[in-house]
């Protein structure tokens, strides 16, 4: 059996275990008593600081910087653009934020922790089941 993959997650993942919700942080935990790394595309935090409450501001940062950042290179740009043209020619519209969070999983061989399995679907990434 080998090395357990990283984890990227999506915001919608980190929305809940901000807010305690839908047993995220035990969900998280047990990624990390597995070994897992968790980790988190800039786009990610640019969306999660766009809809933060008054007061979030440090406990979103604190829980923030324990994880790995992956920034958007130009090589995950370039793969977020053709992951969105390809699915767009086969007649699905997924958002650039979206393609921007399947490309560093992809580029940085890391599964992803989703609610929205639709708005991946289509892109070969790995998808974990959440609670």
Do not use: C
């Not at 007061?55 to 979103?60: F, H, M, N, Q």
């Amino acid at each position: 059996m080998g090395t357990p993959a990283g984890v990227l997650l999506d915001t919608s993942v980190l929305i809940d275990v901000l807010r305690n919700r839908n047993q995220r942080r035990s969900y998280l935990a047990g990624l990390l008593n597995t070994g897992h790394a968790l980790a988190i595309s800039t786009m990610s935090v640019a969306e999660i600081h766009s809809g933060l409450r008054p007061g979030e501001e440090k406990v979103t940062k604190g829980f923030l910087n324990n994880l790995i950042w992956y920034p958007v290179s130009g090589a995950i740009a370039e793969r977020a653009g053709g992951l969105k043209a390809s699915l767009r020619r086969q007649g699905h519209t997924r958002s650039l934020a979206d393609m921007i969070v399947a490309a560093t999983a992809l580029e940085n061989g890391l599964d992803l922790a989703t609610d929205n399995r639709k708005d991946f679907a289509g892109t070969g990434l790995v998808l974990l089941e959440l609670p």
